[in-house]
């Protein structure tokens, strides 16, 4: 998300002139309901542009789907492990300090940190109030954007920040930590104290300010994201995924165990299990602090990746993949097999080429049906029985 620069986004889009302005009348309107002062509001909407870019960026449609393996490779790299680790030790005495005042660990703040923006070497330089307007103005999430788009300019008044200072991510995010401007709001806070909040130019209020949106997103102190398992090779797989929870002690009744073979701690903890490449892939017990991490961002894979870079920076050894699970499927044939659950009579919502959470619930009843293991994952062996079902 943040790896473009703000001439790939100069481009006006094509949106007819009228219906814009429309939209932006709207978009004022909607901030003076929630007490925006006028002269605001002006400066705020005085240059709008619509950004094409950034709607082909919200519709991308890469020709392969990124595998897991891919996704964390790219991620947590050594130089990214090696970075934060210097960071860790730089910040000691200050991350030390949060701990007591907000229970969230030094490692998970400097890896949200890593993954957002790469430790502040990319902010993004794209106008977040074109950049909102741009997407609030367009059909597909319109409400949401619209919302961030008052939050913008409700945080511009507030902080008295001109337009130009507002610069993020293509979708709005903005800052160190990539706050969306409802998120800043709410949970920035002034770290270096300065009577300022600022997460452009303050490491120290970016920091600070995503241990207050932790906290606030109920983080649990004392309590880890959750560990990698292992499972033996009858393991009902159709037990994985979110939407299932269990005590340790349950998992440990299923045969559960830590990857080096050993038990699971004798806790009353609830966990869910996730297989996020598969059943012969890795397998991890998640607890509600990764819930928790999944309100920052809802991706399972960008969750699993701050929990396992937090690990890495606190000592853990790499994660090695198998090279099996790292081959990536066409976009089209996640299409059609999408299709083909739909015309057995699964629910898959809109056959996009995205696995998202009524896809894999699809994939798990069908792979349960065909005897194939349960584990709501699309490899080969479940698309080669997709294909034979003759189904259109």
Known sequence: MLTLALGALAQPAAFDSDAFDECVADLEDRARQRGVNERWIARATSS??????????????????QTFATYLSARITEGRVAKGRELLARHAEFLDGLVAQYGVP?????????????????????STLDALATLACDKRRSEFFAEEFV?????????????????????????????????????????????????????????V????????????????????VQLKPDFPFEMSG????????????????????????????????????????????????????????QSQSYALSVGLLADRLAGAPALRLPDAISQPL???????????????????????????RRTRTALRAFQQRTGLPADGYLDQATLKALDSTGTP
């Open 48 to 65: 709008l542009a619509p950004l094409n870019r950034v709607i082909e960026l919200d519709r991308s449609q890469p020709e392969f789907v």
């Open 106 to 126: 030094p490692r998970y703040l400097i890896a949200f940190w890593g993954l957002e923006t790469n430790y502040g070497s990319y902010l993004g330089k794209v």
């Open 151 to 207: 939050s913008a300019v409700r945080l511009m008044e507030r902080d008295k920040l001109p337009p130009e200072q507002l610069q993020g991510s293509w979708a709005g995010a903005v800052g160190h930590t990539q706050f969306m401007p409802s998120s800043y709001l709410r949970y920035a806070v002034d770290g270096d104290g300065d009577g300022q909040i600022n997460l452009w130019d303050s490491e120290r209020d970016a920091l």
């Open 209 to 228: 300010s995503g241990a207050n949106l932790l906290r606030g997103a109920g983080w649990k102190p004392g309590l880890k994201w959750g560990r990698r």
């Open 242 to 297: 979110l939407s299932v929870v269990r005590d340790l002690s349950e998992w440990s009744d299923l045969g559960v165990t830590r990857v080096d073979g050993g038990p699971l701690p004798a806790l009353d903890l609830p966990a869910s299990l996730l297989l996020p490449a598969g059943h012969l892939g890795p397998a991890f017990l998640v607890y509600d602090n990764f819930r928790v991490i999944m309100r920052w961002n």
């Open 330 to 356: 066409r976009r089209q044939d996640v299409e059609s097999a999408q299709r083909t659950l739909d015309g057995l009579g699964y629910d898959v919502g809109e056959a996009d080429g995205v696995i998202g």
